[in-house]
């Protein structure tokens, strides 16, 4: 871990739940004993290369953010409102950054559960020049379907990947993919494919199958699984 805090982080958090329902944000839901933001936000604050957070928030909880999310360095945190769509939220998240920030990572809040070895392999990588995204090869068999839900064709999984976060970068290569997006009004599902997009170099490190993402009720429950089995 380096000894100069070098590194800012966008941790977005600015989800509606849509998916799940109800009025209580899933970023706030607790799960395996703390809020799920709470999570991450307290990983990276552990990392002394750290020279802030910035957490990306809906616009009615920016202003006046839930107390627990002081239980971290509240320092090295700034709350920002986040945007209609998730590559607005990571453009206001990196505007917010300060100027020795020269790696970015962006994480979601909705993967809690993060190993530190994974943060390091991002960061390692987008100090070395490139952007890194932590992923797992596919084992599954893949089809693709039509809307009737017919098989059209088996595709080949050698090659591909699952993307994850966290996703690191250095910061002139993802500010220069988002001024391309906003520019354009186009953005992606992830930091990487607007890096890819302008022909920046974009690698893959070892991610972790413990790093769900929460999108179902479901996945609270897997996730709680998994952390009473242990990291």
């Not at 809040?109 to 993060?114: E, G, S």
């Not at 943060?119 to 020049?129: F, L, Q």
Request: proline share 4%.
């Amino acid at each position: 871990m380096s000894g100069t805090a070098d590194v800012g982080v966008v941790l977005v958090a600015a989800g509606a739940s849509s998916r799940l329902g109800g009025n209580e944000l899933k970023q706030f839901r607790w799960i395996a004993g703390k809020p799920m933001l709470l999570h991450s936000l307290q990983l990276f604050h552990q990392r002394r290369d750290v020279a802030l957070v910035v957490c990306v928030l809906p616009r009615q909880y920016a202003g006046d953010p839930p107390p627990w999310i002081f239980q971290s360095d509240v320092d090295r945190l700034l709350v920002s409102v986040g945007g209609r769509e998730r590559g607005e939220s990571v453009l206001r998240g990196l505007e917010d950054l300060p100027d020795e920030a020269d790696i970015v990572v962006v994480h979601d809040a909705a993967r809690p559960i993060v190993a530190m070895e994974v943060v390091d392999r991002v960061i390692t990588e987008a100090r070395g020049g490139r952007g890194a995204v932590a992923a797992l090869p596919v084992t599954d068999t893949l089809k693709e379907v039509n809307a009737d839900g017919r098989i059209v064709r088996t595709v080949r999984r050698e090659g591909l990947w699952r993307a994850q976060t966290p996703q690191a970068f250095p910061r002139v290569m993802i500010e220069r993919a988002y001024a391309e997006a906003r520019r354009t009004n186009t953005y992606a599902t992830d930091c990487a494919a607007l890096c890819e997009a302008q022909g920046f170099e974009v690698v893959v490190v070892r991610g972790s199958e413990q790093a769900v993402k929460v999108t179902e009720e479901a996945d609270f429950a897997l996730v709680e699984a998994m952390t009473r089995g242990g990291r």
